[in-house]
């Protein structure tokens, strides 16, 4: 099956930024022909999208991480990207990718925390 693997996540001030990387491996998969989202889950509330690329690298963005947030593809090293900007302690969640609408098995997450 496919695996997603997270990472780049950790403990960021307020307005500082962090990289995160998702790694699709294991059995082939057509990568380039899928949407593809990152997600977060914070304790005690319901993983909710905040961002998504088409194929064709069109992007969009739930409005809490509008203009912050990037969501970029690398197809040929099966990886998607979150590039986050001036993080807010709203943002402290366990982030992760996986297809949108999401049909893969979920990896771990990468955990961010910004302090208030």
């Known amino acids: 099956q496919v695996q997603l693997v997270e990472s780049g996540g950790g403990l960021v001030q307020p307005g500082g930024s962090l990289r995160l990387s998702c790694l699709a491996s294991g059995r082939p998969f057509s990568f380039n022909s899928v949407a593809l989202g990152w997600y977060r889950q914070a304790p005690g509330k319901q993983r909710e999208l905040v961002a998504t690329i088409t194929t064709d690298g069109v992007s969009d963005y739930d409005p809490s991480v509008e203009g912050r947030f990037t969501i970029s593809r690398d197809n040929a090293k099966n990886t998607v990207y979150l590039q986050m900007n001036s993080l807010k302690p709203e943002d402290s969640a366990v982030y992760l990718c996986?297809?949108?609408?999401?049909?893969?098995?979920w990896g771990q997450g990468t955990q961010v925390t910004v302090p208030s």
């Open positions: 996986n297809t949108s609408p999401a049909f893969l098995s």
